[in-house]
């Protein structure tokens, strides 16, 4: 058994070596999820990724409900590790998940099965549990525009949910090609003034019902090659696009809508069902097709990317884990599961 020291309470490895809950993901949607487990007792061990991959800076969000003043997502992380630190039931291990796999009758029934989730990190030290929590999150990926990292983050954004009410009164753009960057661009116009569709060099793949309404709502499609990107990259601050045709586009900010990732390879390992080959898909209690494996956060099919979605999907995942682990003495037989 690896070394658990790094756990930010003196909880100590079930005598087994088998926890009730194996979390993958120490985001918004694990987090919440590890608080519930704590205050249900089970004994939880989180996996958070050692290395972060993101290359995007986390602004502000200002639609978290109780924030009215914002607040940063590192912050709201920054509390949620002290939340799940008052459960001594609950422990961290920073390391970088290699495979997933299941071991022994995963069909038992509910609550008395003798199967588990066993779980190998990078290192070779293995973790099981009777249940899962799949919440790794996603990558979001930049568009390939020399110096774009500066501003990434800070008026280079993916979510109009997020920072769409940034951009009232000012002209933006949306990197893209296809119908998600036209509805991208045409949902904009509710803040933005000016709205450019930037295809960054691709043909444009819109239906005509799509060039319609970007033509009806003044929306330029530009296809010619991003080159540069003026600005102030000390604060983030984006003034133009150049583009490879000398057009110089002025733009407050822009929106990318580009493909994101979540860790499929590892999603693949389990028999999972997923939508669109990527996304796992669930019940409206966060269960998967396997049983006590659950899901939460960007990872889940048509799951809104918003922080208090993410909380609120850990939360439920968590609730009917919990659920599922009981003994079937502690539950009704015609209980609805």
């Not at 099965?113 to 973790?127: I, R």
């Not at 803040?191 to 709502?217: F, I, M, N």
Request: charged letters at 20%.
């Amino acid at each position: 058994m690896p070394d658990l020291s790094e756990s930010p309470t003196a909880c100590h490895v079930p005598p087994d070596g088998l926890f009730d809950a194996i979390i993958l993901g120490a985001g918004p949607a694990g987090l919440a999820a590890a608080v519930y487990l704590g205050r249900y007792l089970r004994p939880t061990l989180v996996l958070n990724e050692k290395k972060p991959q993101t290359r995007w800076d986390r602004p502000i969000a200002h639609n978290v409900l109780g924030f009215p003043a914002g607040i940063h997502r590192n912050q709201l992380l920054d509390w949620g590790r002290s939340h799940v630190a008052l459960y001594d039931c609950v422990q961290f291990r920073h390391c970088s998940v290699a495979s997933i796999r299941m071991h022994g009758d995963m069909e038992g029934e509910q609550g008395g099965s003798s199967g588990n989730f066993l779980l190998t990190d990078a290192d070779g030290d293995s973790y099981r549990a009777r249940g899962l929590i799949l919440a790794p999150g996603v990558e979001y990926e930049l568009p390939d525009i020399p110096d774009i990292l500066p501003y990434a983050g800070k008026s280079i954004w993916h979510c109009p949910e997020c920072d769409g009410y940034k951009t009232l009164g000012k002209k933006v753009a949306v990197i893209g090609n296809g119908e998600g960057s036209a509805e991208m661009a045409l949902g904009l116009t509710v803040w933005a003034d000016a709205v450019s569709l930037c295809t960054h060099g691709q043909p444009p793949e819109l239906s005509d019902d799509a060039r319609q309404k970007l033509a009806a709502a003044n929306i330029r499609i530009l296809t010619p090659r991003i080159t540069a990107i003026r600005g102030n990259p000390e604060e983030g601050a984006l003034e133009s696009l150049e583009l490879a045709d000398s057009t110089r586009l002025p733009t407050f900010g822009a929106f990318t809508n580009l493909p994101c990732k979540p860790p499929v390879d590892l999603f693949k390992q389990l028999p999972l069902e997923l939508h669109k080959d990527r996304w796992i898909k669930t019940d409206h209690r966060m269960r998967t097709n396997i049983p006590r494996c659950y899901a939460a956060g960007d990872v889940v099919a048509h799951a809104q990317t918003q922080l208090s979605v993410a909380i609120g999907t850990g939360a439920t995942a968590a609730i009917w884990l919990h659920r599922e682990l009981l003994p079937p003495t502690l539950c009704l037989s015609d209980r609805d599961w």
